[in-house]
């Protein structure tokens, strides 16, 4: 009967509960024990000024490089990390790496460039992102002005106050702010030209469809009138093919990232590039499409 099926329906859903809080907690311990043990890595992807081509900047995307399992993506671990608290240590030792990466690049002679480093919910409101920041440009002597933080546009409409008064304190150390997957959440345009921010990333989700979804180009166009509009450069993200490249351009965007260019790299490959951008060379032939 119906009192049968409910109870059978409630021992599934328990036993499933218990499954993956079990897995969940398995994750964590190994999260912390891969920090600890220095399987964490930071792939590199180029950021192009799409009217020339050249390169002016790379993100610094994490990488979990597990013995057996190889390397695991941060679509895995992340929301692990941001629950469990584990984001508070793993979050510095990402901003410390990719300093140190940036300024060692620097002593190599290497152009330079701006490095983005990604800033998640909890670690942008729980954690003393400011103090740690200025902690760790000073000990890695890269210069503020080049780094780049990311941010969530959910992180800013959470708590839009806290949000404003911790921007600014970053702000005030001198370096880039960046919101990421922008037109994904819910900020409201009035909190936004608030905030002191100098970069729109549009979401690949609104670029992976152009030329083929009317709308799709209608957003992307909007965005970046609307961050023009409001001062700011305008990165789109997920650029695959010629067609979307030309759209934006035409669009006025500013900047892209994408496989068109170059998927994330680990640094060593990430360092080549760099040789070549340092002899004057653009990375992607933005007229014809054809990367160097
Ligand atoms: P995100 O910051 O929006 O990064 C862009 C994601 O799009 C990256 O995935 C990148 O590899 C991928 N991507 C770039 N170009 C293309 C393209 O042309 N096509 C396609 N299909 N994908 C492309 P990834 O590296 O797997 O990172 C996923 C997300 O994990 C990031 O999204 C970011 O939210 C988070 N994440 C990565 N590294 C960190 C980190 O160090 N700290 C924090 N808090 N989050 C991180
Ligand atoms: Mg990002
Ligand atoms: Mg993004
Ligand atoms: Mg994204």
Not at 21 to 36: G, S
Not at 133 to 152: D, N
Not at 233 to 248: H, R, Y
């Amino acid at each position: 009967g119906a009192k049968n099926r409910g109870s059978n329906a409630w021992c599934f859903f328990h036993e499933y509960m218990t499954q993956a809080a079990r897995e969940r907690l398995a994750l964590e311990a190994r999260l912390r024990r891969a920090l600890e043990l220095g399987h964490m890595r930071l792939f590199y992807q180029p950021q192009v000024d799409l009217h020339t081509g050249r390169l002016t900047g790379a993100e610094a995307l994490l990488r979990w490089h597990d013995p057996e399992e190889g390397l695991i993506s941060p679509a895995r671990f992340i929301p692990v990390a941001e629950s469990s608290g584990v984001i508070g240590p793993l979050g510095l030792w990402v901003l410390g790496e990719a300093c140190r990466q940036g300024q060692a690049w620097r002593e190599a002679g290497l152009p330079e460039l701006t490095i983005a480093v990604n800033v998640s919910l909890h670690q942008f409101l729980l954690t003393d992102i400011a103090g740690e920041t200025a902690q760790v440009l000073e000990t890695s002597g890269f210069p503020a002005h080049l780094l780049e933080l990311e941010i969530t546009e959910s992180a800013l409409a959470e708590k839009p106050e806290e949000a404003l008064a911790v921007l600014s304190r970053l702000r005030d150390l001198g370096l880039r702010l960046a919101i990421d997957d922008f037109g994904t959440g819910y900020s409201s345009l009035a909190h936004l030209k608030r905030f002191p921010l100098d970069l729109l990333k549009i979401d690949r989700g609104f670029i992976y469809d152009i030329p083929n979804s009317g709308d799709d180009m209608a957003i992307s166009s909007s965005v970046i009138a609307l961050g023009h509009a409001m001062g700011l450069k305008v990165l789109a993200e997920g650029v695959e093919t010629q067609e979307q490249l030309s759209f934006l351009q035409d669009k006025g965007c500013d900047f892209f990232q994408g496989y068109f260019c170059s998927r994330p790299l680990p640094a060593e490959d990430f360092a080549r590039l760099l040789e070549k951008a340092g002899a004057g060379q653009p990375l992607v032939d933005v007229q014809s499409g054809v990367t160097a």
